[in-house]
């Protein structure tokens, strides 16, 4: 299972990005797609994560800002990103929560994308 994330970039503050991720390969189904972000010296932090039935949870610091759609048949997630603010200011990383054929759930992470908000 591969993880193909993009849409970070530059941004002033106040504006808006949008990031996607899709998921490819032998999956038999995904229980939920998320993006978590990791900003230099700190841990890695749940952002917003969207289950299969349309569920969604937020960070407290991104809800009425960010928006979590998609999973859907094409297993691509968006995070929409408004009002941004340079604390948003991270590397943001898709993760998948893939079912087996087995129905064993395995964690996926794709490669990173940087989002630079700038003051």
């Known amino acids: 299972v591969q993880l193909q994330a993009s849409g970070g970039g530059l941004v002033q503050a106040g504006g808006s990005l949008t990031l996607s991720c899709a998921a490819s390969?032998?999956?038999?189904?995904?229980?939920?797609m998320g993006w978590y972000r990791q900003a230099p010296g700190k841990q890695r932090e749940l952002v917003a994560t969207?289950?299969?039935?349309?569920?969604?949870n937020y960070a407290d610091s991104v809800k009425g800002r960010f928006t979590i759609s998609g999973l859907n048949a094409k297993n691509t997630v968006y995070l929409q990103m408004n009002s941004l603010k340079p604390e948003d200011t991270a590397v943001y990383y898709c993760?998948?929560?893939?079912?087996?054929?087995?129905?064993?759930?395995?964690?996926?992470w794709g490669q990173g994308t940087q989002v630079t908000v700038s003051s």
């Open positions: 969207i289950t299969s039935r349309g569920r969604t």
């Open positions: 993760n998948a929560l893939v079912i087996t054929s087995a129905l064993e759930h395995i964690d996926y």
């Open positions: 390969g032998v999956i038999f189904g995904i229980n939920s």
